[in-house]
């Protein structure tokens, strides 16, 4: 009702997903990379998490839309089926001919045969499912044995599963464990940030003809913190704002029209949208994690923000509550709120929780252990240093510290030059560096995506070989390789970061040539380095 008052040619904030209007930010991207690299050759299994809203379906109607007339694609949009149905919905999708009484074995061998002809035609045959968390754990199995055919170089079935973060919960489950080794691409997509927000608003609005700015960067600003950068409530705010402007005769949206959008599409989300009110009881740690907007005042020098479960939760929480004043520099004595919350921290395995799930990660009973686990996607190692070194690695970890003779475990999620936040006990509190020093003596823990199996020398070829030099090439800004053997140039580059590095110069990638490699190459990875609250 508003286009022709805006200047637009079609509605600019639509909640329908449509691949035109998406805006690829860095995470984006990421996602359509590791998407596309899971359904390639030999892979049979890729998945995309997230939060509500953030666009998942979107991504993967964009990824499928660039594929070529070679693949032949069935959407499943609510798979609340029995194994029986999940085959009849496959033979729908395909047009494949069956008998109402058809059992599991007739559907399943109509499936394999519509198969192996697509193979022989040179057809590649994609099942994508949608909010896939609602599966049972028989029929993804059931989905697993479908694609145990294959040749020796492809699988003729390929699956994309696209659910919330509860889907990553579902594959931890023992008899899934099969299926979860499968998943040769798996992405987590996080909101956007502040920035992200603005662009992707003017985005939208310039693919539906608009020929100025009309928010803000105060209302964009606002925008983000109130839908804490989930691109579906975005939609919702500016559209409620452009028809608060429209009836108003606003040529563009006021701060005040923006305001009262926020606040009449935000009382009627989920109260895990909703800012958190002070709280004088106790909250269980699953129950901090589980919402994600707990909130405790402890005293007037500190304030704790909640784990990190969107981009603009600290924006939220400090417009809500304004600052405190932190300890001064001059105040010698050791913070009492402090040592109140070390006194309560957090176990290795409960630190190490929170350590996976800042990385979007459900960490398995063997990932809390930080032992070796060649299941997992990542390594986790013990180490030594000092906060320097930290920031140059640029990852968070979680700290071993000293609390009066007792070993404590905290992770450190953000880090400056004088200032840290630590997630202590499911709270984040920031405090100046030098209170670190005096609990903290250099061991921690770090995870990181592993990259490489096993030791690679001159002479070899394949796929680590070429990621080796990939990500060799980018670092050292120098070209790529054109064949995939460690031939002499990647040998030259190997030993090329090796002397960087302070390593042993022999020009072969082993274990710690390997792991350091790995530390400085993660995408996408939370940075240490972000400290926007301070």
Known sequence: MYNQHFGFVELPFSIVPNSRF????????????????GLGEGGGFAMLTGEVGTGKTTVAK??????DSSTQIGSILNPTFSNLELLQAICDEFALPYSSQATLKQLTDTIKQFLLESHRSGKQTLVMIDEAQHLSAEVLEQLRLLT???????????VLLIGQPELQQKLQLPQLRQLSQRITGRYHLLPLNSDETAKYIQFRLQLAGATSELFSAKSCKAIAIATQGIPRLINLVCDAALKRAFSLGEMRPSSASVQVACEEVMSFQSTCYQAAKPKTTNRSKAT????????VLAAATWHYLPTQITPMIDAQLQQQYP???????SVEVFPSQLNALLSRSSSLAESLNELYYVWGYQASVVDKMCVDNPNSRFAC?????????LRKQNLPVVLTLDYQGDRRYAVLYRASEDRVQLLLDSERVEFESKWLKQIWHGEYRVIYQKLWQGTLKPGMRGKQVVTLDQQLSRLLKLPISKQPTYGSDLERKVSLFQQWQGLKVDGIAGEQTLQRLELLVQEPAPYLSILESI
Do not use: C, F, W
């Open 22 to 37: 998406l805006y690829l930010s860095q995470r984006h991207k990421e996602a359509m990379h590791h998407l596309r690299a």
């Open 288 to 295: 901090y994690i589980a919402s994600g907007l707990g909130l």
């Open 62 to 67: 964009a990824m499928v839309k660039a594929l």
């Open 148 to 158: 145990n055919l294959e040749t020796e170089q492809t699988k003729l079935l390929k």
């Open 381 to 389: 190692v013990e180490s030594e240093g000092d906060l320097a070194q």
């Open 323 to 329: 600052p405190k004043p932190v300890v001064s520099q």
